[in-house]
């Protein structure tokens, strides 16, 4: 059974920073892309950023320039670096893991941006 397991969100100042952690364990093949969702309140989920096994990222259009995401593969492990944050960045972020005809999600982290 593949679990994952997110850490780091919290409450942070508009333009302040916050790292998100995300750690996957069980069978995991290779070959996978691993991701980032956010979901505001009221709102559809949409992704954040995502990036392959092979390096390969893409980012939401809301967060260019602002979100780095970052992998370890040998901890099967994504990181979402957030800078420069702003209130509508306000949501529960959800780690997303994808191999074959797997899917996986992790269990949520809230993220607020508020003075």
């Known amino acids: 059974q593949v679990q994952l397991v997110e850490s780091g969100g919290g409450l942070v100042q508009p333009g302040g920073s916050l790292r998100l952690s995300c750690a996957a364990s069980?069978?995991?093949?290779?070959?996978?892309?691993m991701a980032w969702y956010r979901q505001a309140a009221g709102k559809q989920r949409e992704l954040v950023a995502g990036m392959s096994s092979g390096g390969i990222s893409d980012y939401g259009d809301s967060v260019k320039g602002r979100f780095a995401i970052y992998r370890d593969s040998a901890k099967n492990a994504v990181y979402l670096q957030m800078n420069s944050l702003k209130p509508e960045d306000t949501a529960v972020y959800y780690c997303?893991?994808?191999?074959?005809?797997?899917?996986?999600w992790g269990q949520g982290t809230q993220v607020t941006v508020s003075s």
């Open positions: 997303r893991l994808l191999f074959k005809v797997n899917d996986y």
């Open positions: 069980g069978n995991i093949f290779r070959i996978n892309t």
